[in-house]
């Protein structure tokens, strides 16, 4: 299913380590520039990885509500 083709949360911080983090493309229609806004990588590293556990949680939900019918 979906959940076995995508990479667990664990093994996507790990690519991302290697190489610096764009926020602007992991949140795309800002009017301003997130990487000038937060230039240090700890908080790009946080804000990608909640950006992750959004989607995981969303995915979460959209399971449980298919269980339901």
């Known amino acids: 299913m979906e959940e076995e083709r995508e990479k667990p949360a664990e093994d996507r911080t790990e690519e991302v380590q290697g190489r610096e983090m764009d926020l602007n493309s992991i949140f795309p229609g800002k009017s301003y520039d997130l990487n ?34």
């Open 36 to 69: 000038r806004l937060f230039p240090d990588e700890t908080t790009r590293k946080l804000l990608s990885q909640v950006k992750r556990n959004k989607k995981d949680i969303e995915r979460f939900i959209k399971n449980l509500n298919m269980e339901e019918e």
